[in-house]
Nanobody, 119 residues
Framework: QVQLVESGGGLVQPGGSLRLSCAAS????????MGWYRQAPGKQRELVAT???????KYVDSVKCRFTISRDNAKKTVYLQMDSLKPEDTAVYYC?????????????WGQGTQVTVSS
């Protein structure tokens, strides 16, 4: 059993910053890919950023140079530093981890955290 707990969402003005965190716990052997997705009202969930166990990162074009994904393997935690936030970044943000447990390897989702960018 693996649990992902997110924190750090909230209300911020345009141009502001937020830092999301997602901590994994449970019977974890290895965490491979970690990432953040978001879903705005009336839209499909989209990939925001990913980071491999080796530290390679990828971003959706709309957040490049504004968002930074990072991870702390010892803490089993992935972060998303969001700067220069825009109203169109408003969404529920979900973390995703591909986890190897002692039983299998599978993907897990966090519960989601609301990010609202508004003046």
């Amino acid at each position: 059993q693996v649990q992902l707990v997110e924190s750090g969402g909230g209300l911020v003005q345009p141009g502001g910053s937020l830092r999301l965190s997602c901590a994994a716990s449970g019977s974890i052997f290895t965490i491979y890919l970690m990432g953040w997705y978001r879903q705005a009202p009336g839209k499909q969930r989209e990939l925001v950023a990913t980071i491999t166990s080796g530290g390679s990162t990828k971003y959706v074009d709309s957040v490049k140079c504004r968002f930074t994904i990072s991870r702390d393997n010892a803490k089993k935690t992935v972060y998303l530093q969001m700067d220069s936030l825009k109203p169109e970044d408003t969404a529920v943000y979900y973390c995703y981890c591909n986890v190897e447990t002692y039983y299998n390897t599978a993907g897990y989702w966090g519960q989601g955290t609301q990010v609202t960018v508004s003046s």
